[in-house]
């Protein structure tokens, strides 16, 4: 092992972290005079800028594209030994990181609620990096240790808001469900490491398929734990009761990180189990496209971690579409309302991960879907802050009238409510199609049909309660029709993500071809 | 040159919404400016179209990687539809000259369906064509439940649902044929030639079906019709009626029918004489036909009794699509066309003439106020309206259903039996309607008079004549010389059946 390749492997973090160290000096040090607007100002341009150069240096380090960088930190030996990975889905994941971590910065701007600028500036640029690892890690040690960087950011960062009680609430339901998911995570890696005797996915999917320990219940207890554990990342029920709370109480650049960045991150964590998982059986498929679970022809064989693994997150999928959907017609708080929709896409995500390919299609698919969901949301939530701080509140009747009080802004909520209920022509509609064409591709048997039909159907009960919203803001008559002022940045902000949102409706190739131009052509 | 009615119409649904709002009369002009354009293009792609087959207007990849191709194309069917889009969008924007309030958001709504139901018709990727099906479902909402009237609220969240449902169902067939036929287009043609098996086309085929058919007012999924009609402004109940519902029709048939040949073929087996899909939706259809017109007999509310009667007409085209040879499937696309337009003359009558001046559409008052004196053109047009509607000689829809019922007949003669108990009822809730209306016999007192002279009705107005000689107009031209449209419907429907189906 080398320390100079580990270093250029990590030089995106590496910046991340320079970053929020500049961030604290500069606020601490040389600001602490200065006024609050201007404190916000410079330090959210400084995380900015940290991940526009973070976004440069992986581009100088882990290019070129069209060449996965295999096991560039490794042990001689091959893929099997990687630790951090790059190159394919992890560079996508990474920039959409940085680029996501970026927009929720700038939609920091124009907020109040704290008077520790730069702290919340350098723990989100921590958390940050945490995602980052994560996004690249094939280790069980760096997936927990970059997982828990992630996490701990984001239960600070949750409980920013001091002066609010519902931000301590949200912060400490989220840290005590977390560290005890953690502590799940934790001890199913455990297990694995003692079945299997190594700490790498590769390695342990591998070992699952050696005589002495194949087949054994402990692997189903261990990725039960596992699930669980990742589960509580997503948002995915069973183990989401943390999101509604999390959603409605924390501060909005925080809510709009958790609820992009971090999902980015975790979801690209899923998709490099897969990938492991599927690695190690492509062998014994050379065509590269596994059908993890096949109906016809001869029984399946056994295939390592792969069907019971699936069968973990299909039921996480199946029941998160149900409650994030059910349970959202009945909000009347529209942050809770985003947080049950973020299950309900959540779950239509882990359908993807549940039948995936090895072939590039589902991640690629998958990736599709998480970044313009998470592109989605952040403007959702900025639209969110901004009429809760016109109307102290984020309920639905605050929302009255909002075509008239500010019309851009309703415009922008019209179009990404729109997307999230996954209307095209605009990219939430292809983000659906794309995962769901995915999943029917790897396998048209009846289970995943089945699964498909009803994601689809219950995107049709989404439409009702993103209806609810639009119709406040576009029907009903208002009850205030003061003007909403909105700071300039985040109006640049959020327009610019609605113009994403529908241009990259329109052309849905673009953001395809990005994503596959970082696959080596097959 | 077709494409750009779908393009002028988008357009001018974005200028609408960004030009400064107060200039209302600005805004209609514009308005009917884009409709007149559109039009216009649809007549000219009519013409220069004549005996000509199907033809490619524009072919470019749009999502490579997954075989999705914008392709526009259009034959005699399309062609016919894209012209009745034309006329129910000028006739739309010329009966809601009245509108005052948020007026730019209004016409900017109508355009974008208007530009959503083109699309439709134009398409010739299965995916493009849910893409447009599905744009055309949110400006509905709005129209609807902005400027709406009776339970618009309600109404309006209905029928968005509705129709949700069913593109939802729409969507699951098309995954599943795309996923089924492994082919790496999206092209209509392309899945066609998929041959899908049989026993997929036997479970996707209703399915599809189906969930075009909700917009088409297929019975017992009809029940957002009347309520959504009732319930939307008057150009929007003429859109729904005229046009939208033909959305669903037209699904049916390029999409239900002609990529699913084998789903109509018998099961093998019979429950009480029924043995195919093609016997289970040819009795809906006739149940909805005799069941719109017996409920639009007991109406109490005038713009109920067109909404039921759009139900009824509705069940017709689905009656000839299910005939499956050359006369019934013609007369069901005719039955499109005219429906379309006398449906729209109808809701213009019954929303803007008359409920504008007398504010109540309850057929018990209007009873009273000696609209047949009072309101003359109203009354007239009605009649000439009416007479459409009940598919008197002469006019489009006897065309229509007449080949709807010699094509049913050839299959079924029973069904033509019960239709034509629809047809006899559908002659008597006209005539309930016009006399109620218009022709009651009650004299006026002479306080009545005075009050009467007292409070007159507006004048009617040039936008509301234009419209109106318009629509009836069309309707008379087709009755008399179906030739025009059948010219070009004919050999549409001859492809078509050659290429698959029975």
Redesign the interface.
């Known amino acids: 092992m080398n320390y100079a390749d580990l270093f250029r492997v990590t030089l995106p973090e590496t910046v991340l972290e320079v970053a929020a160290l500049l961030v604290l000096v500069v606020d601490l040090g040389f600001l602490r005079k200065a006024a609050l607007k201007t404190r916000v100002a410079v330090a959210a341009l400084l995380g900015v800028v940290g991940c526009g150069a973070a976004i440069l240096v992986m581009g100088s380090s882990s290019f070129p594209m069209m060449k996965p960088l295999d096991g560039v930190m490794n042990i001689p030996g091959g893929f099997e030994w990687t630790v951090l990975d790059g190159g394919g889905y992890t560079s996508v994941a990474q920039i959409a990181i940085l680029m996501l971590t970026a927009l929720t910065l700038l939609l920091f701007i124009d907020s109040a609620f704290t008077k520790h600028v730069g702290e919340f500036v350098a723990v989100t640029l921590m958390a940050a990096t945490g995602g980052l690892l994560i996004a690249g890690a094939q280790d069980l040690l760096v997936i927990f240790v970059g997982l828990e960087l992630l996490s701990l950011g984001l239960y600070i960062m949750t409980a920013f808001s001091k002066a609010s009680g519902k931000s301590a609430e949200a912060a400490i339901k989220y840290y005590l469900f977390g560290g005890m998911s953690a502590s799940f995570l934790l001890f199913g890696f455990s297990y694995l490491y003692g079945l299997t005797g190594s700490t790498n996915l590769h390695q342990i999917v591998l070992g699952s398929l050696t005589a002495n320990s194949s087949g054994s219940p402990l692997f189903y207890v261990a990725l039960v734990l596992i699930a669980a554990g990742l589960g509580f990342k997503v948002a995915a029920v069973p183990f989401h009761l943390w999101a509604p709370d999390t959603y409605e109480g924390a501060p909005a650049p925080a809510a709009a990180f958790i609820a992009s960045v971090s999902k980015v991150a975790s979801f690209t964590l899923f998709i490099s189990i897969g990938t492991a998982i599927l690695h190690v059986v492509r062998d014994t498929y050379p065509t590269g496209f596994v059908t993890v679970f096949s109906t016809n022809g001869p029984p399946p064989k056994y295939l390592g971690l792969s069907f019971p693994w699936m069968v973990a997150l299909a039921l996480m999928a199946a029941a998160s579409m149900l409650v994030g959907n059910l349970a959202a017609l009945a909000q009347v708080s529209v942050r809770r309302l985003l947080a049950y929709s973020a299950i309900a896409h959540a779950g239509y995500m882990l359908l993807g991960l549940a039948y995936f390919s090895y072939s590039p299609r589902s991640a690629e698919a998958i990736l599709y879907y998480v970044l313009t969901y998470g592109l989605t949301t952040i403007g959702a939530f900025g639209v969110i802050d901004v009429v809760q701080r016109a109307t102290g509140s984020d309920r639905m009747d605050s929302f009255l009238g909002l075509h008239k009080r500010n019309p851009a802004l309703a ?1 922008v909520l019209l179009v990404l409510f ?1 997307s999230l209920a996954g ?3 605009l990219v939430g ?2 983000a659906k ?2 995962l ?2 995915a999943v ?2 790897v396998s ?1 048997g009846p289970v995943p ?1 089945a699964l ?2 009803l994601a ?2 219950l ?2 009960v989404s ?2 309660y993103y ?1 609810q919203v639009l ?1 406040r803001a ?3 008559p208002a009850v205030d029709e003061t003007p909403i002022k909105v700071h300039p940045v985040t109006m640049i902000v959020l327009v610019g993500i609605a113009a994403a949102v529908v241009l990259l409706g329109i052309f ?2 673009v953001l ?2 990005w994503i ?1 131009s970082f696959y080596p052509v097959m | 040159m077709l494409a750009w009615t779908i393009y002028i119409s988008f357009a001018g649904a974005l200028l609408l919404a960004l030009i400064p709002k107060g200039n209302n009369a600005g805004a209609r002009w514009l308005a009917l400016t884009v409709a007149v354009f559109g039009l216009a293009l649809g007549v000219a792609g009519f013409v220069g179209g004549m005996g000509h087959g199907l033809e490619t207007i524009v072919d470019l990849p749009w999502v490579p990687l997954m075989g999705v191709h914008y392709l526009l194309a259009a034959d005699g069917i399309s062609r016919v539809l894209v012209l009745l889009t034309g006329l129910a969008a000028v006739a739309g924007v010329l009966f809601s000259w009245n509108i005052e309030l948020r007026t730019n958001e209004f016409f900017a709504f109508f355009l974008a369906l208007i530009g959503g139901v083109y699309g439709v018709f134009l398409s010739y990727d299965l995916f493009l064509l849910f893409v447009f099906y599905e744009i055309a479902i949110v400006p509905k909402y709005f129209l609807i439940a902005i400027w709406g009237s009776t339970r618009r609220e309600y109404a309006a969240m209905k029928l968005a649902l509705y129709s949700f449902v069913g593109s939802a169902m729409v969507l699951i067939g098309l995954l599943a044929a795309y996923a089924t036929s492994g082919s790496h287009s999206t092209s209509l043609i392309a899945l066609h030639a998929a041959n899908l098996p049989v026993s997929f086309q036997m479970w996707c085929f209703p399915l599809v079906f189906v969930g075009f058919g909700i917009l088409a007012g297929m019975w017992p999924f009809h029940t957002w019709a009347p309520t959504g009609h009732v319930a939307a402004p008057t150009a929007a109940s003429m859109l729904l009626a005229g046009v939208v519902m033909k959305l669903g029709a037209y699904g049916c048939l390029r999409v239900g029918i002609w990529l699913f040949p084998h789903g109509l073929d018998p099961w093998g087996f019979s429950i009480i004489g029924i043995g195919s899909w093609r016997d289970v939706f040819a009795v809906l259809a006739v149940i909805g036909i005799v069941y719109g017109a017996l409920v639009a007999l007991a109406q109490t509310d005038f713009k109920f009794v067109i909404g039921y009667s759009s139900v009824s007409h509705m069940g017709f085209v689905l009656l000839g699509l299910m005939t499956l040879n050359q006369v019934g499937i013609t007369g069901a696309v005719m039955q499109m066309f005219s429906h379309g337009v006398i449906a729209g003359l109808l809701f213009a009558i019954v929303g803007r003439i008359v409920y504008e001046r007398t504010h109540t559409r309850q057929l018990a008052e209007l009873e009273t106020m000696h609209l047949s004196r009072r309101l003359p053109f109203a009354a007239w047009a009605f009649v000439i309206a009416g007479m459409a509607s009940m598919g008197l000689p002469g006019f489009s829809g006897f065309v229509a259903e007449f080949q709807v019922l010699i094509g049913a007949w050839a299959v079924k003669p029973w069904w033509v039996v019960a239709a034509g108990v629809g047809i006899v009822v559908g002659v008597a809730y006209t005539w309930r309607a016009l006399q109620k209306a218009f022709f009651s016999d009650g004299k006026a007192s002479v306080h009545e008079l005075e009050k009467e002279r007292a409070h007159p009705f507006a004048a009617i107005t040039w936008p509301e004549v234009t419209g109106v000689a318009l629509l009836a107009s069309v309707s008379l031209a087709v009755g008399l010389y179906p030739r025009i449209l059948l010219d070009q419907i004919e050999p549409a429907v001859k492809a078509l059946l050659a290429g698959g189906v029975q």
């Open positions: 415009a729109l209307i095209p022509p509609f292809w199609f794309n769901f064409a029917l591709r048209a049909f498909v039909a689809v159907a995107s049709a439409l009702y209806i119709k576009y029907v009903m849905p190739a395809q071809g596959a």
